[in-house]
């Protein structure tokens, strides 16, 4: 059955809590490492749907997968017998595209069935088709499938059209052991590429530039095993950050790159929240209504798209007129009118949002359109008077671990329940 929560807001959010490894890191370090017949050992992997449904679509096609714990696993890719991957779950998930680069580059072939994940606008896969094309692969869409195919791989000097991280990933892996040396230009430089580099390096790779717009590799022959922990989630992280700002409350996010959020902590900064920083740490406190600004999503270092839902709905609550341009997906703003349902004023002109800032915003049943929304969501019931319910929250659970559990250590009032379970629902009021 499927649940939902419902949240009693109005509380100020108090405590620490400890961020999880990145998703994002996680999708393409787990593709990854099935390149070596070897033993691969990750830890510090967040336990979210989206990466659980990965390891099962590794195992579907013979690799094996050892959960040591749920924050740990062993990977060995020495006995992969098949090199397309084509079940219903892979396709709800963005990164089974990483599989097409790790395939290709261990095996010169792979098939895989066209990416799903979060409906936020288009995201098409032509600079991932032209990498492999230029590395001397062929590459088609057909009935559905993703179909790549090589003698043999020939390092190659690759521009992508657009700043694509799933292209850059991609590409990586797909190059790492080719013939030769490929150059990536106009490469992504998200803190997860890095993370995904450095841990092909420590499996043997030889990628130098990652972080930077231009990236170069040197095939080598073989990968081999490693140990390596996934850097801490920026997003999930940047959450909890706005969730302290908006219920004005004072919390220690731990285990966080404070480099990897100055986006966020700079924005909040600028509308009066008070963010001290630490070596791993940072600390999130308000006290008064904040303030408004301007918000153009842009590519890293830039304002991160994933933090532009949970932005938007703090300005939705702050004094003034704020903007937020979405520069990287179109279909971005779907959340806006479940926030009206909320009491919140915004206006979208297309990839514009408008923002009149309001006192306060009352519960309501809502619905969760996307992971980040969803998110969003959650943080404006925790503001809100009353009660609210979010339904869809599978939507929320593919990319953040715990996040109720978590949100209840710092005095939050939510709970998970069962749809339509008029008895929970009924039980949680008469409790909180």
Same mark, same amino acid.
């Given at each position: 059955m499927e649940n939902q929560y419902i949240i009693k807001g109005g509380i100020p959010l108090e405590g620490e809590v400890t961020i999880s490894g990145m998703k994002n890191s996680a999708l393409g370090i787990i593709a990854a490492a099935i390149m070596t017949d070897e033993?691969?050992?990750?830890?510090?992997?967040?336990?979210?749907?989206?990466?659980? +449904?990965?390891?099962?679509?590794?195992?579907?096609?013979?690799?094996?997968?050892?959960?040591?714990?749920?924050?740990?696993?062993?990977?060995?890719?020495?006995?992969?017998?098949?090199?397309?991957?084509?079940?219903?779950?892979?396709?709800?998930?963005?990164?089974?595209?990483?599989?097409?680069?790790?395939?290709?580059? &261990?095996?010169?072939e792979a098939?895989?069935?066209?990416?799903?994940?979060?409906?936020?606008?288009?995201?098409?896969?032509?600079?991932?088709?032209?990498?492999?094309?230029?590395?001397?692969?062929?590459?088609?869409?057909?009935?559905?499938m993703v179909n790549t195919y090589a003698n043999d791989l020939i390092g190659n000097h690759i521009y992508l059209d657009v700043v694509s991280v799933g292209a850059t990933i991609n590409i990586m892996l797909a190059a790492c052991m080719a013939k030769g040396r490929t150059v990536i230009e106009n490469a992504a430089k998200e803190p997860h590429i890095v993370d995904v580099a450095n841990f092909l390096n420590s499996m043997g790779a030889n990628i130098r530039g990652a972080g930077t717009d231009k990236i170069r590799i040197n095939g080598v022959e073989r990968l081999h095993a490693t140990e390596y !922990?996934? +850097?801490?989630?920026?997003?999930e992280a940047g959450t909890f950050m706005i969730a302290a700002a908006a219920t004005k409350g004072d919390v220690i996010i731990k285990n966080v790159i404070p480099k990897h959020l100055e986006a966020?902590?700079? &924005?909040?900064?600028?509308?009066?929240?008070?963010?001290?920083?630490?070596?791993?740490?940072?600390?999130?406190? !308000?006290?008064?209504?904040?303030?408004?600004?301007?918000?153009?999503?842009?590519?890293?270092?830039?304002?991160?798209?994933?933090?532009?839902?949970?932005?938007?709905m703090l300005l939705a609550?702050?004094?003034?007129?704020?903007? +937020?341009?979405? !520069?990287?997906?179109?279909?971005?703003?779907?959340?806006?009118?479940?926030?009206?349902?909320?009491?919140?004023?915004?206006?979208?002109?297309?990839?514009?949002?408008?923002?009149?800032?309001?006192?306060?915003?009352?519960?309501?049943?809502?619905?969760?359109?996307?992971?980040?929304?969803g998110a969003a969501l959650v943080v404006a019931g925790l503001v809100a008077r009353e009660y609210t319910t979010i339904d869809s929250i599978k939507y929320i659970e593919r990319g953040y671990e715990c996040f109720d559990e978590k949100l209840t250590s710092l005095g939050a009032k939510i709970e998970k329940v069962p749809m339509d379970d008029e008895k929970a629902i009924q039980k949680f009021k008469m409790t909180s």
């Open positions: 033993t691969v050992t990750i830890d510090n992997l967040p336990n979210v749907r989206d990466i659980n +449904v990965l390891l099962d679509a590794i195992q579907g096609i013979g690799a094996t997968v050892i959960r040591v714990d749920e924050h740990k696993v062993l990977i060995n890719g020495s006995t992969i017998s098949d090199i397309a991957i084509n079940h219903d779950a892979v396709r709800r998930i963005r990164a089974s595209y990483y599989l097409l680069g790790a395939l290709l580059g &261990k095996y010169k098939k895989v069935v066209l990416p799903g994940g979060c409906a936020i606008g288009s995201r098409p896969i032509d600079q991932h088709l032209k990498g492999f094309r230029a590395l001397g692969a062929s590459a088609t869409v057909e009935y559905g !922990s996934i +850097v801490p989630d920026m997003i966020t902590s700079v &924005k909040l900064i600028e509308i009066g929240a008070a963010v001290d920083e630490y070596d791993d740490a940072l600390r999130i406190s !308000s006290n008064r209504r904040l303030g408004h600004t301007q918000i153009k999503t842009l590519p890293y270092p830039g304002f991160p798209t994933d933090m532009q839902p949970q932005m938007t609550l702050s004094e003034g007129t704020s903007m +937020v341009t979405e !520069s990287i997906f179109e279909n971005r703003f779907k959340y806006v009118d479940e926030l009206a349902r909320m009491g919140a004023n915004i206006k979208v002109e297309g990839n514009i949002a408008i923002i009149d800032g309001v006192a306060g915003l009352t519960g309501a049943a809502l619905t969760a359109p996307d992971l980040r929304a």
